[in-house]
C-alpha cells in the first residue's frame, strides 16, 4: 500500500507530464504560424524591394533621358525630393551660385504653391552658359518636377520653368547701374523718358504730372536693371502707386553700354544715311489755331514731319491744336511758358517757368517735351542745368519774323539752307505758312529730305549739349 507521501506526489507527476504533453502538442503550431509570418514579412520585402527596383529604373532612364551631352551629373536628397543638378563640364559657378540658388529656389516655390511634395519627386536643375560679349554672360535656368505615380508606377512630367540671369562676367552678379548707364550725362538723358513713361502707366496722369515734373533726379544709387528687351529702373520715390518704370531698350540704346544688352533682335531707330542731304523743319512760338492747323495741311499734304517749339500759355489755349500736332506724328518741344529771357531768371524761376510750359503741353496733347528751344536762343549753363532738356538752337534762320513777306521768306531761305539744317521759322504768321509749300518743293528739288529734329540728331540728343545743326553740338 502507497504511503502519504507517494500519494500526494502522485497527482503532481500526472500534473507535469499532462503539462509536457501539451506544450510539445503547440510547438508545431507555433513553427507554423511563425513561418507563415516570416513567409509574409518575406514577401512584402520582395515587393517593396521590386518596387525600389522599379523607381531607381525609371529614375536612372530619366535622368539618362534628361542629361544634355557634354554636361556633368550631380545628386542630391533632401526631404523627399531628388535633386539632379546638370551644367556644364568644367564650369564652377562659384560667383553666380547664390543668384542661381535664388532663383532655383523661386521656382521650388511656385511647383510647391500647386503641389504636395510627395516621396519619390525628382527634381531636375539645368544650368547652361551663354558668353554675350567680354563683359556679360547669360545664364540660362531650367526646372523641371516629375511626381512618381505609384500605382502606375512612372514620372508624371510637370511644366517646365525657366529664367534668365544676366550677369556681369567679372563679378557674376547684376550689373550695377553705373556699369549699365555709365555716365551722369545719359542719366539727366534718360530723366525726361522715365518722366513721360510714368505718365502713360498711372492711371490718372493729370493728377500725378506735378509730382511727376518734380521727380528727383536718377542716380547710381537706384536698382536698374535689363531683361526681356526692357531697361527697368526702380523710382527714387513711388508715384500714383507706380513704383517701377520698364523702357524699351530701343528707345534708350544711345544711352546704355551696349555690352549690357542681351543678345535678342533688338529693333533700332534708323540711321540717317551719309550721302543723303537733311534739313529740321521747327516752328516756334505756337501753337496758333489758324495759322498752325493751315500749316499742318500744308505738311500732311507735302508728308514731311517737322519739329514744333511751343510756348505753354498757347498750348493751354489752344489743346485741340496741340494734339493734332501729337496725332500727326510730329516732334513738340518747350520754347519756355511765357517767352521769357532764360538768361535773366533766377534758377527757381526757371524751373517753375520750363515745369508750368511741360505741364501745359502735356495736359493739352499728352506728351512731354523732351528737348526746349530757349526764346531768342538766349541759355547759359546755369539755365542748362535747371532745365534738364537738350537745347536745340538753329543755324539757318528764314527771319519770316523780320520779314513777313512771303518771297523774301522763301528767297533768303534758298540762299541760307545747307545740308543738315535745324531751320528756323515760326507758326504765327500767315506768311511763313504761305512759304512752307514752295520751301518744301524747291528743297526737295535739290535732294533734301525731311526730318524731325530728334531724327536729325540720331535720337541721341542729351542735355547740357545745345544743338545748331545736324554735326554742330557743343557744350553749354
Given amino acids: 500500500m502507497p504511503s502519504r507521501s507517494q500519494r500526494r506526489k502522485g497527482p503532481q507527476l500526472h500534473a507535469k507530464k499532462k503539462h509536457k504533453t501539451g506544450w510539445m502538442w503547440h510547438l508545431p503550431l507555433m513553427l507554423i504560424l511563425l513561418g507563415a509570418a516570416l513567409t509574409v514579412v518575406y514577401f512584402w520585402h520582395t515587393k517593396d524591394q521590386e518596387k525600389v527596383a522599379v523607381f531607381d529604373h525609371a529614375q536612372q532612364r530619366l535622368i539618362h533621358q534628361q542629361q544634355p551631352a557634354h554636361f556633368q551629373c550631380t545628386k542630391e536628397h533632401q526631404n523627399k525630393l531628388e535633386i539632379i543638378t546638370y551644367q556644364p563640364k568644367n564650369e564652377k559657378f562659384t560667383k553666380e551660385a547664390p543668384l542661381i540658388h535664388q532663383q532655383f529656389l523661386a521656382m521650388k516655390e511656385a511647383f510647391l504653391k500647386k503641389h504636395s511634395l510627395q516621396a519619390g519627386t525628382t527634381w531636375i536643375q539645368k544650368i547652361e552658359k551663354q558668353v554675350l560679349n567680354p563683359k556679360m554672360n547669360k545664364i540660362i535656368l531650367s526646372s523641371q518636377f516629375f511626381t512618381w505615380n505609384k500605382s502606375k508606377a512612372h514620372f508624371n512630367q510637370q511644366p517646365l520653368q525657366q529664367s534668365a540671369l544676366l550677369l556681369s562676367s567679372e563679378t557674376g552678379q547684376e550689373p550695377t547701374a553705373k556699369q549699365i548707364i555709365s555716365s551722369e550725362e545719359n542719366l539727366l538723358t534718360l530723366k525726361p523718358i522715365v518722366q513721360q513713361k510714368i505718365l502713360e502707366q498711372v492711371k490718372a496722369p493729370e493728377q500725378a504730372i506735378d509730382q511727376v515734373l518734380n521727380l528727383p533726379n536718377l542716380s547710381f544709387e537706384q536698382k536698374i536693371t535689363i531683361a526681356d528687351k526692357q531697361l527697368i529702373i526702380t523710382l527714387p520715390q513711388e508715384i500714383a502707386g507706380l513704383s517701377q518704370v520698364s523702357l524699351p531698350l530701343n528707345s534708350v540704346l544711345p544711352y ?35 495759322t498752325t492747323n493751315q500749316l499742318l495741311d500744308v505738311l500732311a499734304a507735302q508728308q514731311v514731319k517737322a519739329t514744333f517749339f ?127 509749300g514752295p520751301i518744301i518743293e524747291q528743297l526737295k528739288a535739290q535732294g533734301y529730305e525731311f526730318v524731325t529734329v530728334d531724327q536729325l540728331l540720331n535720337h541721341q540728343a542729351k542735355p547740357l549739349i545745345q544743338y545748331f545743326s545736324q554735326n554742330d553740338a557743343r557744350n553749354v
Fill in 310 to 436: 511751343m510756348l505753354g500759355s498757347s498750348a493751354a489755349q489752344y489743346p485741340d491744336t496741340v494734339k493734332r500736332v501729337v496725332s500727326e506724328g510730329h516732334e513738340i518741344g518747350s520754347h519756355s511758358n511765357v517767352h521769357n529771357n532764360l538768361r535773366a531768371m533766377s534758377p527757381e524761376a526757371i524751373k517753375a517757368d520750363i515745369q508750368a510750359a511741360d505741364k501745359a503741353i502735356f495736359l493739352a496733347g499728352g506728351q512731354l517735351p523732351m528737348i526746349l528751344r530757349p526764346p531768342y536762343g538766349a541759355i547759359n549753363t546755369q539755365g542748362a542745368q535747371v532745365v534738364d532738356k537738350a537745347i536745340i538752337q538753329w543755324n539757318t534762320d528764314s527771319l519770316d519774323w523780320k520779314l513777313k513777306n512771303t518771297p523774301l521768306i522763301i528767297q533768303h531761305v534758298m540762299q541760307t539752307v545747307q545740308p543738315g539744317a535745324i531751320l528756323l521759322m515760326h507758326d504765327i504768321y500767315p506768311t511763313t505758312v504761305a512759304a512752307v
Fill in 256 to 290: 546704355i553700354d551696349q555690352n549690357y544688352v542681351m543678345n535678342q533682335p533688338i529693333e533700332q531707330a534708323s540711321s540717317l544715311d551719309a550721302n543723303k542731304k537733311y534739313i529740321a523743319l521747327t516752328f516756334d512760338d505756337g501753337p496758333k489755331a489758324a
